[in-house]
């Protein structure tokens, strides 16, 4: 079974700054995606960025960008001039690409905390 | 496009009662699932239907139980309830083609908060 590890409970960041987030996984599948999901405490899990195993580059929506290292099973997320709404759980999730394991392995989650 | 729906927001029930909860997938969305999120267990997959056939199963009891309807609407239901299912439950939808990639994304409800007393 897969697993996802996210080994920081708690975050903060100064307002503009950069933090990121790790994420490490455990898989002995070669396909995959992984996703970073936000929970802001309005609690709708909002998607961050996805991410697919086979692509090389890294993905990136604006502000936010991954380091995916797939040798390394790590998944981090960097977000950058971080803002006052970034306050939230973030989740780091992974989801099989085969036929029958439609579900998302989540990790615990990082409380990201952001100071004005 | 209209998100994923969920009802009721919350609810309160007691032990020994069942308890059914309702999501309304994104329009176009074939792909339902369901999750429950404790402060103690983290977010835990419950099940997941596509076309009105449960595809998958987590590791919950009996207790849980879903179905989908013709039009993509979902139901999960609770019976007899007990102190330890009082949680956020979580609906998603994903299209689920059998193209993959990037239809695969699920995208969440606001959840229904069930308080078990």
């Known amino acids: 079974a897969q697993t996802v590890t996210q080994s920081q409970p708690e975050m903060s960041v100064q307002e503009a700054e950069t933090v990121t987030l790790s994420c490490t996984y455990d898989t002995s599948e070669s396909d995959y995606y992984l996703f970073w999901y936000k929970q802001p405490p309005s609690r709708q899990m909002i998607l961050v960025i996805r991410?697919?195993?086979?692509?090389?580059q890294n993905a990136t929506e604006n502000r936010f960008s991954v380091n995916f290292q797939k040798a390394a099973k790590s998944f981090s997320l960097k977000i950058s001039d971080s803002q006052l709404g970034d306050a939230a759980m973030y989740f780091c999730?992974?989801?099989?690409?085969?036929?029958?394991?439609?579900?998302?392995?989540f990790g615990k989650g990082t409380k990201l905390s952001v100071i004005p | 496009k209209a998100g994923v729906t969920q009802t009721p927001r919350y609810l309160i029930k007691t032990r020994g009662q069942q308890v059914t909860l309702s999501c309304s997938p994104i329009s176009g969305h074939r792909s339902v699932s369901w999750y429950q999120q404790t402060p103690g267990q983290g977010l835990q997959f419950l099940f997941e239907?596509?076309?009105?056939?449960?595809?998958n199963k987590g590791n919950f009891p009996g207790r849980f139980s879903g179905r989908q309807f013709s039009n993509s609407r979902s139901e999960m239901n609770v019976s007899t309830l007990e102190l330890g299912d009082s949680a956020l439950y979580l609906c998603?939808?994903?299209?689920?083609?059998?193209?993959?990639?990037?239809?695969?994304?699920?995208?969440f409800g606001p959840g229904t908060r069930l308080l078990v007393l």
């Open positions: 998603a939808s994903s299209p689920s083609t059998l193209a993959g990639g990037p239809y695969e994304t699920q995208y």
């Open positions: 991410q697919e195993a086979y692509k090389q």
């Open positions: 999730a992974y989801r099989s690409s085969g036929a029958g394991s439609y579900q998302l392995t």
């Open positions: 239907y596509f076309s009105e056939t449960q595809r």
